[in-house]
């Protein structure tokens, strides 16, 4: 094992003792990207027996961009067509599942795999933060911070450039979070805001209200 793995082992055995004694999380959302994108909405929508919660179609002009350095694998859900199917619609945590559709991605699994990004939800706000703090302590940054309205996520890659997604509501009642769904603000926006972590982290730590922090103006 040369140092640099070494270190990087010890660094990692360091955060585990830290992340051991916070909140649990769960797996709350899976999102995968494909070209065969209607043949996937039907097959799931048949086999979970669920109706499509959320789907969104943009205009057949909008362009794509990659905003997060990593080729275009990362995309808005305004940007591309995408449908959203809540399993559990229990909070703290929740289930989703989703696809989006990114017509360059492969029709095989040894081409490109299938999944986009996994979301791990939190308690709540405090307990997301706190892990944060501790993976940003530990060198581990997070590639793109954001608030999507009725959650707040930050996202990192691991070794294998899986994204993956840690958040929590921003609204502690399931009325006001489902509610936030249907608004205008929402239709018109459904990928939210980026924000800067450590200024988002900075304005928590000063005491801002967790109303404050979550506004989008």
Wanted: hydrophobic content about 35%; proline content about 4%.
């Amino acid at each position: 094992m040369n140092e640099k793995v070494e270190a990087n082992a010890d660094a990692l055995r360091a955060l585990s003792g830290s992340t051991r004694s916070m909140p649990g999380v769960r797996i709350a959302e899976v999102v995968l990207q494909t070209s065969n994108y209607d043949a996937l909405r039907s097959w799931y929508e048949a086999v979970l027996g669920r109706e499509w919660s959320i789907v969104n179609t943009p205009s057949k002009d909008k362009e794509i961009q990659n905003k997060h350095g990593d080729g275009g694998k990362q995309v808005h859900a305004s940007d591309v067509r995408s449908s959203f199917m809540f399993l559990d619609r229990s909070l703290p945590y929740g289930q989703m599942f989703a696809i989006f559709e990114i017509s360059s991605v492969g029709k095989m699994p040894t081409n490109d795999p299938g999944l986009n990004h996994m979301q791990f939800k939190h308690v709540n706000l405090e307990a997301l933060i706190e892990r944060v703090k501790a993976l940003r302590d530990a060198g581990l940054h997070p590639h793109r911070s954001a608030n999507h309205g009725p959650v707040t996520s930050f996202y990192f890659r691991d070794p294998d450039q899986n994204v993956v997604e840690l958040c929590s509501n921003n609204y502690d009642t399931e009325e006001a979070f489902f509610g936030y769904f249907k608004t205008e603000a929402f239709r018109s926006n459904p990928s939210g805001i980026d924000i800067d972590r450590d200024a988002f982290i900075a304005r928590y730590d000063s005491g801002e209200t967790k109303e404050q922090l979550v506004r989008i103006a």
